[in-house]
């Protein structure tokens, strides 16, 4: 799959490596109409529906490829737009209820914010059928702006009445949105769980409405020679301030049950100069001026020596010539990790290197750890460790401040002229502290990062594992999320682990973490319309590896 220029939209390409499906003679897609329902039970997390297991969705499961741990989405805008254009927030930027895409900071003004269309929209061009939008959210259905449907609801009674009218009127229906908000009222009052008598009671009632719309598609007068994908999901699990999963199950009477779920380790590859995963630190949380202490480590699987100097990972400017301020760690042509700081922009000296003395070699997971320790204005000193092992040091109090206001960036830097590596990226950890040589070696390897002497210095860590999508997601409170941009691979390494991840058990040779994206991807998919590159999408059409299920003769 290659990356293409549209006119309008500079498209990421996400890819996704599982083994390829195995297909039987299949028969000719056109024999039945292929149609879509979505249903949307928004505020309705995983953990809480599998827990409250209300019957009508429960009964479709044994017909469904499911997930009760569907990735977290920002927020609940967020998810809409995410599960409507099939791209993740660091494309789309919609966090806000009236669907404006947020404006980029001031590091980032001059890029380009693009809208991306939405799932109806393609539908509606490539096939000749009718399309609908039923929900109370006023600005949802603006923002969809396309649908031949769109009744003006105000609850979610109405909601499933007009979805009912609709299914029962419109022969020509082949794509329907529908939404349900009675559950995210329920739990903005008392709790988004089960514990929430109104909100377990909001769960029930709109699970029987979900059996009233099923009951509807299947009563259609042409139902038999229609093939319904009917997918209910929500936009975001919980509330804003108490978010669990999300949940997605895809639903149709040839499907066999399976759990969607990551198997295996599931990194992403930076393999060229457009793929990277960045924050723009806007608090200065990672600024590190003159005079402080600090730790960064990160695991490392390199899969070539490059021909170059090649920079991976830092927050500087691009190194030109002697010119650098800021920190960055690069792989070079001898194999070495080298680590590169320079204070240039704030009046400190240029480019000042050191090299580890082993080489971490290709193929394989190696821990990387750089600590920085101020012990006074003649002396601050830089030092390299790989798996847990000390490797050099260097004073570097003459480059004098280090702060520069760069991302936090994993990948080639953009802009930057120096070789793309290939290598894989994970559990990222920063710490406000310089850590000890002896900390180092004794926590080598160490699973639960609560267990560690520093434990409470943390300030960033991101697993680096979710196996899909456009995010990096904090696993420490209060680390903010990392955007994932440009062409990059999200791999499935089986029990290929760095030393310091928990093991997930090998389940099935399909590793499918689901994403929000996921759902327009699949809506195209099952109405048989390519995902064309310039499409943008980040959503993975796995049901494109269970075909022998639903196509076969």
Known sequence: MLCILSAMTVASCTKY???????????DLTTNQR???VISIDGL?????????PPQIMALQKNSKFAYNTLKTETGAAGWASMLTGTGYAKHKISNDDFEADQNDDNHQHENITSYRNVLDYVTQYRSVKTAIVTPWEDLRNFVKIADFAPVVSNDVQVKDSTLNILNQSRALGTIIVNFKDVEKAGENGGFNEGNANFKNAVLKTDEYVGNIVNAIKGRENYEKEDWLIIITT?????????????????????QEFKLQKSGFNPVRFDNKTGRAT???ETGRFDVGENKSFTVQMDVKFNNVPGGYSSFFGKSTNLSGQNITGWQWAHYPGGKWVVTVGGTLNGGSGKQEVSSEEAPGT???????????YVNSSTRTLSMYMDGKFQKSINISARKSLNIGEDLRVGHRAGDNDVAGSFSPANLVYYNTALSAS??????????????????DIIGYWPMDE??????????????NMSLSGSYVWLNMGDSYPSASTVMPVTSSLSIPTNATDIAALTLYWMNIEILADFGMDGNPYLENFEIEFLKD
Do not use: C, Q
């Not at 997390?45 to 297991?53: C, D, M, P, Q, R």
């Open 45 to 53: 997390g995983g953990t809480s529906l599998e827990k409250i297991a």
């Open 363 to 373: 193929g394989v997971w190696r821990n990387l750890i750089m600590t920085v320790e």
């Open 235 to 255: 936009n975001h699990g919980g509330g804003a301030d108490e978010t669990d999963f999300g949940f997605t199950m895809a639903y149709n009477p040839a499907f």
């Open 17 to 27: 490596d599982n083994p390829p499906p195995v297909f039987e003679e299949l028969k």
């Open 467 to 480: 196996g899909t999508g456009g995010m990096y997601f904090g696993g420490y409170p209060g680390t903010p």
């Open 279 to 281: 924050f723009h630190d």
């Open 35 to 37: 149609k879509v329902m």
């Open 439 to 456: 900390t180092i070696t004794n926590n080598y390897g160490l699973k639960d990062l609560t267990k560690h002497p520093n434990y409470a």
